[in-house]
């Protein structure tokens, strides 16, 4: 999901749009909505050119991986792999991974868990947990002022749940989850283990893989 130096997102024309409860793009498509009439952002798509921008997504990657339970690393499909479960490495905040968490993270196979924490400067210091339920919440992107038309000055996105009228006025850059249903892992069993429980074989990895 990482974007590439040659995938800066474009920045087109922002205009108030026709029924005056939201924005558009002067030159809007059909494929700039999603289905709940969310505005995207316009990302070339050249992944593998130029150098990548950790921790920064690609927009369309990161939705696609979301929405279809891919793997963030190696775009496997990771309910293929076990439809109850899929384990999510995230951020480490000082606390572990919570009941409703809102991340805008996607699945991530084990084996692939751990180049992400070896590669990724932002999962350094990281979280880990099974996750039963992992369900649609909302989006996260660039709010607009409803008078300006300006972007809202502020460094972190902006999540906006489904159903709040708030989206309308966001340009998304990415789909968030709740995290329903989790298992804390522990950090020392190289994530095969939840904390006070087996999983199945299926999971575990080669001994000489696991890192503590």
Not at 150 to 156: L, N
Not at 157 to 168: F, Q, S
Not at 179 to 204: E, F, H, K
Request: hydrophobic share 40%; proline share 9%; charged share 20%.
């Amino acid at each position: 999901m990482t974007a590439w130096t040659a995938e800066t997102p474009h920045a087109p024309v922002v205009v108030r749009h026709r029924t005056g409860q939201g924005i558009g793009f002067a030159d809007e498509g059909p494929f700039d909505r999603d289905a709940d009439g969310v505005l995207w952002i316009r990302q070339p798509i050249a992944r593998g050119s130029g150098q990548p921008l950790f921790p920064t997504v690609h927009a369309l990657r990161q939705r696609r991986a979301v929405s279809r339970m891919l793997c963030q690393v190696c775009d496997a499909d990771t309910l293929e792999q076990d439809p109850e479960r899929q384990l999510f490495v995230l951020k480490d905040v000082g606390r572990p991974v919570e009941e409703g968490e809102l991340t805008t993270a996607a699945p991530v196979c084990p084996p692939c868990a751990l180049i992400a924490v070896e590669h990724c400067p932002h999962l350094r210091k990281h979280v880990a947990a099974w996750v039963e339920r992992p369900l649609p919440w909302g989006v996260a992107g660039i709010p607009y002022d409803r008078h300006t038309l300006q972007p809202v000055p502020g460094d972190d996105l902006t999540k906006v749940a489904y159903g709040d009228p708030a989206r309308h006025w966001l340009v998304a850059t990415r789909q968030v989850l709740s995290l329903n249903g989790c298992t804390a892992v522990s950090a020392d069993t190289g994530y095969l283990l939840p904390a006070g429980g087996v999983v199945g074989s299926r999971r575990q990895l080669p001994r000489e893989a696991v890192t503590t």
